[in-house]
């Protein structure tokens, strides 16, 4: 199916199932521990074998020589697989660096060897006895140091430039001009890397934690090289991704090269210095925004300018393209340079670009409407745009930032700020703090297949992941709504390549794009249906378990026959993102503590207010925004990689070095999703929602911070050690 044109009237919109808080249809197995992650996997004719990884201690440079004597000869090692004796390897299309072959090390704790053995404990323990020699090479570890040399990103077209933007800024009346920094991070998802493999003569099936089934099935292919479909890939449950997932790593690698040594099936997951070293994080970058105004508050001149660094073929963190389209202003100018480092690769994590771009620009939106002395709720209603700043002629699909930032005023009990440090309770300065939330609109193509069986059952198949979101539960409220059955007559299975390739679940597309998929297969199967049954399409209605057409109906079991009929069908799209733009919108309202004795901070109560379309479900979807508000704190108040600029790796890579907030660290959390549909998104005419969650969230924990003590911080994040010096006096 094309989705080419906005989406009229459909069984959708009867809003039986889909729009209802329904409780995920997975939840038991979770709860109960029945829900088989990746390690998990288990099977009691089948004794796995267990991998542990080495990583390489250098961050440049080649591997000399390796002795694996010792670990061979050690109690219950089975195989040892080195990077040299796996040679060279095509590299993955979405990876940057080698996962596995080859004697070049590019990053500390690079994948160089697989120790297999009976336990977990005997391979760990064999792994420190391979001798590593190693030709060190002097590499880049340090952004600022590199952003001398730093170029325009070739993989992007970054800048962008509208009407005078020197000019305006010159003339401009009330002036901005503010550098901001947001420090690498860590995904820290719960659940590590971890896979599966084994081999049957030349078929290789893995099961791993995995969010796009089809792109690791590609790419190890690639890496392994062999034909695709001789590889069997296999994701049901998923413990938290956050895009650290999206791409092959090299548990998979690992596990398939060590199994077929061990001629076992094997497992591996990667220990957790593994996730921040070996794997992907989020890069740091150097922001620095200038903005001019009227005294009016009406923006005139604005212009973000980002650095960020990553490996030899990486690309930037995108951090300006939100400022492309959040608020107006006639003179703009937006753009990108990247260096050049040899850390761990700079890939996607949660609202990749947004996240860290909004963290830096929705405090300069605040200190410029400080300046101009407009409140910040009313200076962001002030510059609103309902149409593309760089190109005005093309207007936003549904624009609804205004609503957002009224409606949550209202809720939040906003009634300005007042002055800076005015507001103490004992101990506690208090503030509030306010940020714009923006994230676009993306869609992918999505397929799947769904059966009607003899006994009126709905089974819908498509290689679609679920990280947490509830994406079964999604799933089988679109079926259910299509085929007018209830939710308890639908079994969903997700992530098995040998379903229909999906959208994946990555880049808050998929829940649109994947449920779209579903609502393309079940218009295929109803057309099955009417078609056999002879009915007119104009007028047949699937409702209460039936097919009716006129004063014509039968049961869906009886009306499919013993054998039962398929639908199977993918979404693809067509140019309605280039005629109007689409975006998701929200704000976040934010109240803060801050210890005036130690500077320690502590949220008291968030806010958050989303403007997403459609909400599928809205318990699934409040899930997936208080977790982004909790990931958003982490980036406003503790997370941060803490470079060995000397070594190349991040020194703190576990969590009790990274720390994360939790839920429990904030009192009060609360969601308020806008009544709205957007046609021109989809057949579901819907958005999505969970990176929006996170986008301004830090920024908003920011301005409450300057709010409570008068000391702004532009340097994530903002530890007590940066505000203690501008506390007031201890009496």
Known sequence: MQFDTP????????????????PRIDGQLKTTGRAMYAYEWHDSNVRCAYGYPLGAAI??????????????????????????DAGKRKKGKYNTANLFGGDEVQHYHQAIAVVVAETFEQARAASVLIKVAYTEEKGSFDLKAAMDTAVKPESEQPDSAVGDFEGAFRAAPVVLDETYTTPDQSHSMMEPHASIAAWDGDELTVWTSSQMIDWWRSDLATTLDMDKEKIHLMSPFIGGGFGGKLFLRADAVLAAFGARAAKRPVKVALPRPFLVNNTTHRPATLQRIRIGAERNGKITAIAHESGSGDLPGGGPETAVMQTRLLYAGANRMTAMLLAT?????????RAPGEAPGLMALEIAIDEIAERVGID????????????????????FSHRDLIGCLKLGAERFGWEG??????????????????????????VMPSGAKVRLDGEGVVTVETDMTDIGTGSYTIIAQTAAEMMGVTIDR????????????SAGSGGQFGA???????YAACVKLREAITQKLGFNSDDVVFENGEVRSGNRSLPLAEAVGPHGLVGEDTMKWGDLSKTHQQSTFGAHFVEVGVDVDTGESRIRRMLAVCAAGRILNPITARSQVIGAMTMGVGAALSEELAVDTRRGYFVNHDLAGYEVPVHADIPHQEVIFMDETDPMSSPMKAKGVGELGLCGVAAAIANAIYNATGVRIRHYPITLDKLIGGLPEVT
């Open 7 to 22: 989406a009229t009237t459909n069984p959708i919109d009867r809003l039986k199932v889909i729009g209802r808080p329904i």
């Open 59 to 84: 961050a440049k440079g080649r591997i000399k020589s390796m002795d694996i004597s010792a670990a061979k000869k050690a109690p219950g090692v089975l195989a040892v697989v080195t990077a040299l």
């Open 341 to 349: 480092l040899d850390l761990p690769e700079g890939n996607a994590m």
């Open 376 to 395: 910040p709720v009313q200076f962001r209603i002030i510059n609103d745009t309902q149409v593309d700043p760089e190109k005005p002629e093309r207007p």
């Open 417 to 442: 700020q007042g002055r800076p440090g005015s507001r103490r309770e004992g101990s506690w300065l208090i503030g509030t703090g306010v940020a714009a939330a923006f994230r676009n609109n993306l």
């Open 490 to 501: 639908v079994s969903v299975h997700l992530g098995d390549s040998r379903f229909p390739v």
């Open 512 to 518: 649109n794009s994947a449920t779209s998929g579903v």
